[in-house]
Every structure is written in structure tokens, then in C-alpha cells.
């Protein structure tokens, strides 16, 4: 089973109100992560 790890970093430029706006690459990075997670988990 491959195993994606994602970037805490991504995750909380995405998730919490910052002055730095996520780039395009870890917003990807993030749905890629949470579509892996919904796929193995349930």
C-alpha cells in the first residue's frame, strides 16, 4: 500500500484564516492527502 504523507504546512495555510494564501501545488497537495484517507479509511 503506498502511503501519501502530506505537508502539515499545506494543510494549515489551507485550514486556518493566515496572511500567506496556500499555493496552487499544496491546496492539490491537501485534496490529494484527504482523497487518499477517504478511500483507505472507509
Same mark, same amino acid.
Given at each position: 500500500?503506498? +502511503?501519501?504523507?502530506?505537508?502539515? +504546512?499545506?494543510? !494549515? +495555510?489551507?485550514?486556518? !484564516?493566515?496572511?500567506v494564501?496556500? *499555493?496552487?501545488?499544496?491546496?492539490?497537495?491537501? *485534496?490529494?492527502s484527504? !482523497?487518499?484517507? *477517504? +478511500? !483507505?479509511?472507509?
Amino acid at each position: 500500500m503506498d +502511503k501519501k504523507v502530506y505537508s502539515k +504546512k499545506g494543510r !494549515n +495555510k489551507c485550514a486556518y !484564516n493566515k496572511d500567506v494564501e496556500p *499555493i496552487k501545488e499544496q491546496v492539490e497537495e491537501l *485534496i490529494e492527502s484527504v !482523497n487518499w484517507v *477517504i +478511500k !483507505n479509511v472507509f
